[in-house]
């Protein structure tokens, strides 16, 4: 199947940590990807991680992969109001006999922050 | 660039009607995307194109669904006639290339059929 799963709800405290979990199903993704949606807005690239990284920083972020566990989680340190969004986390899978590799996203996880 | 743009931004409709959404990739851009997003099923691809030829259309709900690209700037989304489950955000969306690149997403259409 192509289900990449995700919680539908965080709220945490500005300052705290958050950390946003994703399971997906293609051992074969060549890439796995974290996009961010803000209110009235389409999705933007946020991160992305190889499939051949256990982990990835970026300033505030932090991808971390488990292959084994088919586990992806996007950290974000000293999460601010303006981190909240909607988080979806997405695979890419060999579509059919073509080179592309399309891309299934998950349900997404909203990020509340709160004062 | 703008980025992609949709037009229009919001359209409310009537059942039966038809509706036609509108997008404009990224200038030199290959591939251009058409999702559909709900609360029900999340986001959805419905169709790709690339160098203005569609792909893979295995994600249009049915056969009341259509979509175009004429030229490499310009493609539309069909819904004739249109119901109200089809009342949704429609994305469109381009990349450069194949494989990893990065799909640029447009703001969406918020569609709403009575």
């Known amino acids: 199947g192509e289900d990449v799963e995700q919680s539908l709800f965080l709220s945490v405290r500005e300052g705290d940590s958050s950390v946003i979990n994703c399971t997906y199903t293609d051992s074969s993704s060549t890439y796995l990807y974290w996009y961010k949606q803000e209110p009235g807005a389409g999705l933007q690239l946020l991160t992305y991680i190889f499939s051949n990284m256990d982990m990835k920083q970026d300033q505030r972020l932090t991808v971390l992969l488990n292959k084994k566990d088919k586990h992806l989680s996007l950290r974000i340190a000293d999460t601010q109001t303006g981190d909240s969004a909607i988080y979806f986390c997405a695979e890419s899978i060999r579509w059919m006999n073509t080179g592309f590799q399309k891309l299934v996203f998950g349900t997404g996880t909203r990020l509340l922050v709160s004062p | 660039d703008a980025g992609v743009i949709q037009s229009p931004r919001h359209e409310v409709t009537e059942m039966g009607q038809e509706v036609t959404l509108r997008c404009k990739p990224i200038?030199?851009?290959?591939?251009l995307f058409w999702y559909r997003q709900t609360m029900m099923r999340g986001l959805e691809l419905l169709i790709y194109f690339n160098n203005n030829v569609p792909i893979d259309d295995s994600g249009m709900p049915e056969d009341r669904f259509s979509a175009k690209m004429p030229n490499a700037s310009f493609s539309t989304l069909k819904i004739q006639p249109s119901e109200p489950r089809d009342s949704a955000v429609y994305f469109c969306?381009?990349?450069?290339?194949?494989?990893?690149?990065?799909?640029?997403f447009g703001p969406g259409t918020r569609l709403t059929v009575t």
């Open positions: 200038s030199g851009h290959d591939y």
């Open positions: 969306a381009s990349s450069l290339a194949l494989g990893m690149n990065e799909q640029y």
